[in-house]
T-cell receptor, first 113, second 116 residues
């Protein structure tokens, strides 16, 4: 059964710092890995999707990498801003879950001015 | 234009009641999902459905049932509500892509269910 772990659970950084969020998964037979952002009381916003055949994806200040064989992904946020404060969720899609997403418990990020 | 919309946004009801949550997507996707986010903010899949198959997470009580009147809708019916059903329920959709399954899932804003 697929298990997804995110480290750290919470992170506080001053504005302007570059930071890395980590995600690991136990079963490497995935279709894709998706990073989301969730603001308090809101739904999920998709940030990046990496297909199992890809190594990384970039969108603006965000870069996500995938090492499927070792079961790891990282989300790199460059030049963090207070508006980046949110919970970041990592999720993987695989056949044994009916293509649904298995989520980690998230990293709660606070960027202070 | 809202891509995945859920109604109601908030639902407060008594234990033992039966309730429904509606979900509609205007993305033309062929697969829809229901997820539950518990009090610790952990998201877990409940159902995955397209016009070919329904896949149920085995941990979901049979008091919960998805109903799909058409490809754009997947409603969630809950019978005999219990205190432990209090949570946020999210609907999502994605495009199958001919079985490739490499399209992102799009989520609604959630329905906050509180059982008194």
């Amino acid at each position: 059964k697929q298990e997804v772990t995110q480290i750290p659970a919470a992170l506080s950084v001053p504005e302007g710092e570059n930071l890395v969020l980590n995600c690991s998964f136990t079963d490497s037979a995935i279709y894709n890995l998706q990073w989301f952002r969730q603001d308090p009381g809101k739904g999920l916003t998709s940030l990046l999707l990496i297909q199992s055949s890809q190594r990384e994806q970039t969108s603006g200040r965000l870069n996500a990498s995938l090492d499927k064989s070792s079961g790891r992904s990282t989300l790199y946020i460059a030049a963090s801003q207070p508006g980046d404060s949110a919970t970041y969720l990592c999720a993987v899609s695989s056949r044994d879950s009916g293509y649904a997403l298995n989520f980690g418990k998230g990293t709660s990020l606070l960027v202070t001015p | 234009d809202t891509a995945v919309s859920q109604t109601p946004k908030y639902l407060v009801t008594q234990m033992g009641n039966d309730k429904s949550i509606k979900c509609e997507q205007n993305l033309g996707h062929d697969t829809m999902y229901w997820y539950k986010q518990d009090s610790k903010k952990f998201l877990k899949i409940m159902f995955s459905y397209n016009n070919k198959e329904l896949i149920i997470n085995e941990t979901v009580p049979n008091r919960f049932s998805p109903k799909s009147p058409d490809k754009a809708h997947l409603n969630l019916h809950i019978n005999s509500l219990e205190l432990g059903d209090s949570a946020v329920y999210f609907c999502a959709s994605s495009q199958d892509g001919g079985g490739i399954r490499n399209q992102p899932q799009h989520f609604g804003d959630g329905t906050r269910l509180s059982i008194l």
